[in-house]
């Protein structure tokens, strides 16, 4: 969608529902602070958008005129981040409150080109072109996060119909989505994130922009990608997220080798991981990153190594290579760091020492540190079909026991002591 009109709509409190309230107070203090100084300040973003549905904000974020050294002169806690966009993180109380440089739009003069950096497929590497309110606006991403908040006046400054999509409850991006696209893949991944965690239907347009632009994402550093990957199935909504990643064709550019794994739609390892991860959040139990991971990756392993041992390798050995290529491979669309890496590794290698349930493992097996991520994993792999349920309700049960009756249990599984022959005693001559 086209926006030719720049002059904003002023929204007055009478006619939005954001209370003062409801607003952080150092985020305020960082405007007031901002504006005493002469510059102009507003509260930006998703944490209007939230405001305006009555949601309570996750964070807040500013947008100023101020230029980030400036920022950085004005409050004594306060740190420059960032290469790719320069913020300025300040420190008030616990509270981190994220303040950001107005930007200008993507045509400028020479000397503004030197210091924005654009691939060759015209994605955005570095932009710290300063502009005014009005460029910043028309730089966002969706006009759902391109709305202002003046703690001031208490209007809502509206250059983009933000709040009009708001109240219809669409996702629109500002210009050609598939630019916006082309500028930055990411925000293919934030258009799921933001249908689905606030029901909001994506624009006809921006569903057509997302299918011809998937292939983009393989030329985001995996690092964004993970930190993405995490904000998508870690925050309760994660099974809606997986159909909808799949139904755009974003999900095979993600996780390629799963993908060639699915074969039923609604039953597989990765649904059921994911609902399990749901369930958990809403309980507020933790999850951790290994888990789905691994159940996003089982599959593409069994097929190797079935590969592997077919062609004369060893299980064992078949597992091992098989394990240490596939997450190298994954590693090139979705980082996977090495403390992730390895509680996959330890996952999967603990399902054949469940499987085996050898006496004298059963107790150390108990105590072990991943001991629940993989008694958990093998219930799932229960549900696909792969294991007996007599081996899981084995495992449940000796969870459930005191230590005597644990140790009857392990002692249960001694096979039988072999009689071997008696060797007869030669008579002395």
């Known amino acids: 969608m086209q926006y030719s009109n720049r002059t904003p709509e002023h929204i007055p409190p009478s006619a939005h529902r954001i209370s003062e309230s409801a607003v952080s107070r150092p985020a305020l203090k960082v405007v007031k602070q901002l504006s005493d100084a002469g510059y102009e300040a507003y509260l930006v973003g998703g944490c209007v958008r939230d405001l305006l549905l009555q949601h309570k904000p996750k964070d807040f974020d500013v947008a100023t005129s101020a230029y980030p050294e400036e920022v950085k002169a004005l409050f004594s806690r306060c740190r420059l981040i960032g290469r790719r966009f320069r913020l300025a993180h300040v420190s008030m109380g616990r509270e981190v409150v994220e303040v950001a440089t107005f930007r200008a739009g993507m045509a400028g003069d020479a000397e503004e080109e030197e210091h924005r950096h654009v691939s060759a497929e015209g994605r955005i590497l570095r932009d710290n072109v300063y502009g005014g309110i009005e460029d910043d606006a028309f730089r966002r991403d969706f006009t759902i996060n391109a709305l202002y908040y ?23 991006t500002i210009g050609d989505a598939e630019t916006r696209f082309t500028e930055d893949p990411v925000r293919m991944l934030r258009a799921i994130r933001f249908s689905v965690k606030l029901g909001f239907a994506l624009d006809d347009d921006l569903k057509t922009a997302i299918t011809r632009s998937a292939e983009s994402l393989s030329h985001v550093p995996p690092s964004r990608v993970l930190d993405e990957m995490l904000k998508l199935f870690h925050h309760g909504y994660g099974l809606d997220v997986f159909r909808a990643l799949r139904s755009t064709g974003l999900f095979r550019h993600l996780f390629p080798f799963t993908e060639q794994c699915i074969v039923d739609d609604d039953h597989n390892l990765p649904v059921l991981a994911l609902t399990n ?14 888990f789905l991971f691994a159940c996003f990756l089982w599959d593409p392993l069994r097929f190797e190594v079935e590969k592997r041992t077919a062609n004369g390798v060893s299980p064992r050995e078949a597992f091992a290579t098989a394990t240490q290529d596939l997450l190298r491979e994954q590693a090139m669309h979705v980082a996977l760091p090495r403390r992730i890496g390895h509680v996959v590794n330890e996952i999967w290698s603990l399902q054949q020492r469940l499987e085996k349930r050898l006496p004298r493992s059963v107790a150390p097996m108990l105590r072990h540190k ?31 026991k005191g230590q005597k009756q644990q140790h009857e249990m392990i002692e249960s599984l001694q096979p039988p002591p072999k009689r071997g022959r008696r060797r007869r005693r030669r008579r002395a001559a």
């Open 370 to 400: 991943r001991f629940r991520a993989a008694y958990d994993f093998l219930l799932l792999r229960q549900a696909m079909g792969e294991v007996d349920p007599e081996l899981t309700n084995w495992w449940t049960q000796v969870q459930e």
């Open 150 to 172: 003046d703690p001031v006046t208490q209007n809502v400054v509206d250059y983009v119909h933000g709040v009009a999509h708001v109240r219809e409850a669409r996702l629109v």
């Open 277 to 290: 991860t749901d369930k958990r959040i809403s309980e507020g139990k933790p999850v951790i990153p290994a």
